[in-house]
């Protein structure tokens, strides 16, 4: 079984910047296609960013492309959401999500609150 646990969210000012971390144990970290959802209340949980098992390809939604960064570091088993110009509309619970054959793993969720 896979485990994922994220940390680094928290409360910022719009403009504002947070890293996020995901910490996978119970498999190879390598096997693992890694993404990064969100779910704001009264929204459907979205996709935020995706990167493959050896980080060679990225993808993101357009609502964050250009000020979130997804990376991964295979040999410490984590992943990492670098979020940048942050949004009120940024305001969510994010959740790191992996994907191994047909099995789908989720973390426990961080919040992300973007306000003045």
């Known amino acids: 079984q896979v485990q994922l646990v994220e940390s680094g969210g928290g409360l910022v000012q719009p403009g504002g910047s947070l890293g996020l971390s995901c910490a996978a144990s119970g498999s190879t970290f390598s096997s693992l296609a890694m993404s990064w959802y969100r779910q704001a209340p009264g929204k459907e949980r979205e996709l935020v960013a995706f990167i493959t098992r050896s980080g060679g390809h990225t993808n993101y939604a357009d609502s964050v492309k250009g000020r979130f960064t997804i990376s991964r570091d295979n040999a410490k088993n984590v992943v990492f959401l670098q979020m940048n110009s942050l949004k009120p509309e940024d305001t969510a619970v994010y959740y790191c999500?992996?994907?191994?054959?047909?099995?789908?793993?989720w973390g426990q969720g961080t919040q992300v609150t973007v306000s003045s």
């Open positions: 999500n992996a994907n191994r054959g047909f099995s789908t793993f």
